[in-house]
């Protein structure tokens, strides 16, 4: 599919404020199932954040993470990407966030997780579709294997937990994992801190400002006025009786003439 066809991220740029913010919800990379129901390209890949980021020259990005998971690729080279931006990267992990989703939440330079969310690691996993022979299995059993060993790599890198402990937790449902709360993935090194998200002085979480909230209400009251202008000048339209019985007027002439052409062409 053309690159073209991919939905942006939502994604605020205020490079007035010095701050960006993307906000990644749902799958992670193509979602085919999405792409066959509604013909739309799945939004959170990483063409669609590439075009993005070069637009930021903001010196914070804000990334708020809300996903199940998805394509792990998709999710590791998004979390190379913003890494290699040169900006500070606040993720915030937000509701039940899982898989791909987290490998993204690790690219923060400071890496949140809402008291109200969920986080879930597991075992990679290969979708699988067709005709398999015993070889194809080793050889994924040890592709596996080399995926698996990077991942707890990665988030041993600031986890507070041995490599063997993070492969324990990986392993636990049959290797699906388990959901862990905030408390215990700022216990594990996955995250830096736990935040509020009612603390209105948190500089870290996406909030309107007073003055996007008032033009917001402009740009409302705006479209209120227009839309009455609009109604006042269809009324005074409809209930003008002269307008109406000239109109009818020129459409009884029209008849009229339609049936003497008629006439004539018949005679």
């Known amino acids: ?139 994924m059993t040890k592709d596996a294997e080399v995926i698996d060993s990077q991942l707890v790599q990665m988030y041993g890198k600031s986890s507070n937990k041995s490599g063997d402990e993070i492969e324990a937790l990986m392993d636990e449902g049959e290797g699906y994992g388990r959901w862990i709360n905030a408390k215990e993935a700022l216990e594990y090194g996955f995250i830096d801190e736990i935040y509020d998200p009612s603390d209105e002085t948190d500089e870290n979480i996406d909030k309107l400002k007073a003055d996007e909230v008032s033009k917001m209400k402009r740009n409302v009251q705006e479209l209120a006025i227009q839309g009455y202008k609009g109604s006042e000048d269809f009324m005074n339209r409809l209930f003008k009786k002269e307008e109406l019985q000239s109109e009818a007027d020129s459409a009884k002439e029209a008849r009229t003439r339609n049936l003497i052409n008629k006439l004539k062409l018949e005679v």
Do not use: C, W
């Open 1 to 139: 599919m053309d690159n073209k066809a991919y939905r942006p991220l939502n994604f605020k740029i205020n490079n007035a404020s010095d701050v960006a913010v993307i906000d990644i919800d749902g799958f992670i990379g193509q979602d085919m199932l999405e792409m066959h129901i509604t013909g739309e390209a799945s939004q959170n890949t990483v063409e669609a954040l590439k075009g993005k980021l070069r637009e930021v020259r903001a010196s914070k990005i804000i990334v708020n993470i809300n996903s199940s998971g998805g394509d792990l690729n998709d999710g590791l080279v998004i979390k190379d990407l913003l890494q290699q931006k040169g900006a500070e990267i606040v993720t915030n992990i937000q509701g039940f966030s899982a898989s791909a989703a987290t490998v993204i939440g690790q690219a923060g330079t400071k890496r949140r997780m809402s008291e109200n969310a969920f986080m879930l690691i597991h075992r990679v996993m290969f979708g699988l579709v067709g005709y398999f022979n015993q070889n194809t299995f080793r050889v």
